[in-house]
């Protein structure tokens, strides 16, 4: 069983960074398709970035050139750099892992794994 902890949430103003971490035990992140899923306030869970076993990165319209999905095998980590922040990033977010290798459909219910929330809000 994959568990996925989040960390890296916070506060900052439009153009700020911020970088998310979410160290996974009970499996590992090199063989698998991973990623990172935002739910806007009101909104439904979105995916947002996400990276399969041979290290193709897929990224939603939105966050191209902005975000940055990457993953460190000796640390089991994934991680989610943001740069050029904007209100509209505001959001909880998500780590979430596939058992396949191959990401395919970047659908919530194809993700049986999950990390906790994390708030990322973007200020004006």
């Known amino acids: 069983q994959v568990q996925l902890v989040v960390s890296g949430g916070g506060s900052v103003q439009t153009g700020g960074s911020l970088r998310l971490s979410c160290v996974a035990s009970?499996?590992?992140?090199?063989?698998?398709?991973m990623g990172w899923f935002r739910q806007p306030p009101g909104r439904e869970r979105e995916g947002v970035a996400f990276i399969d076993a041979r290290d193709t990165a897929t990224y939603t319209a939105s966050v191209k050139g902005r975000f940055t999905v990457t993953r460190d095998n000796a640390q089991n980590t994934l991680y989610l750099q943001m740069n050029s922040l904007t209100p509209e990033d505001t959001a909880v977010y998500f780590c979430a892992a596939r058992s396949e290798s191959v990401c395919g459909q970047l659908l919530t219910r194809n993700f049986p794994y999950w990390g906790q929330g994390t708030q990322v809000t973007v200020s004006s």
């Open positions: 009970g499996g590992t992140v090199s063989s698998r398709c």
